[in-house]
């Protein structure tokens, strides 16, 4: 009498077994948050290897870039990637900031001189910036909650009128 109940509760628990397993896990569901309301403020997001020379744990093969879309072409020219590194050095770019890329051109201190300042101003987990087609970027670790992103986006509007004066 017992044996075909057990028999169908055993049938239940390898149906539902590896559905329950495909939950997302927690930090999961709070990356997937951060994601969503960055888009909800105008931001895309998306998965990158990280830059040459970004200091993240070796497991890290991809890294979140959150960015604001240019809404003119020409400001996503030239491509450049500025990298957070970890100490302050006279040869590099700005502070503890250095050129993974080097835009090409005009001077420098002409192209980013309001923006090295702003620079400073960033979130502290963000590892990298970068400006190409997709629009003004941050490279971060999605540590932080959703104070961060509003950070990030309003830093990223602040950067891309800095960069658009210049």
């Given amino acids: 009498?017992?044996?075909?109940?057990?028999?169908?509760?055993?049938?239940?628990?390898?149906?539902?077994?590896?559905?329950l397993l495909m939950q997302p896990t927690a930090s999961q569901r709070r990356?997937?948050?951060?994601?969503?309301?960055?888009?909800?403020?105008?931001?895309?997001?998306?998965?990158?290897?990280?830059?040459?020379g970004v200091d993240l744990p070796a497991r890290t093969k991809t890294?979140?870039?959150?960015?604001?879309p240019w809404t003119d072409k020409k400001s996503a020219n030239p491509a450049?990637?500025?990298?957070?590194?970890?100490?302050?050095?006279?040869?590099?770019?700005?502070?503890?900031?250095?050129?993974?890329k080097k835009p090409d051109g005009a001077?420098?201190?002409?192209?980013?001189?309001t923006f090295w300042p702003l620079l400073d101003q960033l979130p502290e987990r963000?590892?990298?910036v970068a400006n190409g087609?997709?629009?003004?970027?941050?490279?971060?670790?999605?540590?932080?909650?959703?104070?961060?992103?509003?950070?990030i986006q309003e830093w990223l509007e602040k950067a891309s009128l800095a960069l658009k004066q210049n």
């Fill in 31 to 52: 990356e997937a948050a951060l994601r969503n309301l960055a888009m909800q403020k105008g931001l895309r997001v998306h998965l990158q290897p990280a830059p040459a």
């Fill in 126 to 128: 963000v590892v990298g």
């Fill in 107 to 113: 001077s420098l201190e002409l192209r980013f001189g």
């Fill in 133 to 151: 087609p997709q629009g003004l970027c941050c490279y971060w670790n999605e540590l932080g909650g959703e104070e961060v992103v509003s950070e």
């Fill in 63 to 68: 890294v979140p870039i959150y960015c604001r």
């Fill in 1 to 19: 009498m017992w044996l075909p109940i057990l028999i169908c509760l055993a049938a239940v628990a390898l149906l539902l077994g590896p559905v």
């Fill in 80 to 100: 450049w990637v500025l990298i957070k590194k970890k100490y302050d050095h006279g040869l590099h770019a700005h502070g503890n900031w250095d050129w993974s």
